[in-house]
């Protein structure tokens, strides 16, 4: 065999190599364009379902339906700053202390160790809000990446395919 003919066989494989690698990454791209998309319309949908509207004292997006990633963060950063106000900017861990301390002062069923409970249950209800809004912020993100991620693999899948078909 000549080296020529080795040469155009070794050219010939490396050309089916990169035209089936590139194959595959136009369809895992196309897939992860899909199934990120999926998930940002299933967490949008979620989002939305739950006819939330950021309060009109927000910093941001004031009115608007929450549905989307700028939505929640914006009802979450509400949610936060109406907590802090109420609970005096402690924690539902520090305000376990504050419903003791009230229950051992004033006993068990009175009005201050109550009201130490209300402001105490407030901050437990802020905190697991605030999670979940962003927890749905956090998803937008994943899908967006997963989106990206999938383009950048169709192009570069692309890319191989039209490497392999060009002559030398």
Known sequence: MSDT???A??????RRSLNVIGIIMVVIGAIMVIVG???????????SAQ????????????GAPV?????AWSMQETINMHAEKITGG?????????????KETYGEDSPEAAEAQA???TAMNASLLRTSLLTSVLSFGVSLFAMGSGALAILTGAGFVISSRRRA
Request: proline share 4%; net charge negative.
């Open 5 to 7: 003919t080795q040469t």
């Open 9 to 14: 066989e070794s050219t010939g494989k490396r």
């Open 67 to 71: 549905a989307g990633p700028f939505t």
């Open 37 to 47: 998309g999926v998930a940002w319309g299933a967490v949008s949908s979620q989002l």
């Open 51 to 62: 006819k939330m509207t950021v309060p009109g004292d927000a910093l941001s997006n004031a």
């Open 90 to 102: 402690q924690t539902y861990s520090e305000l376990g202390a504050v419903v003791n301390e009230a």
């Open 119 to 121: 402001t105490r249950d």
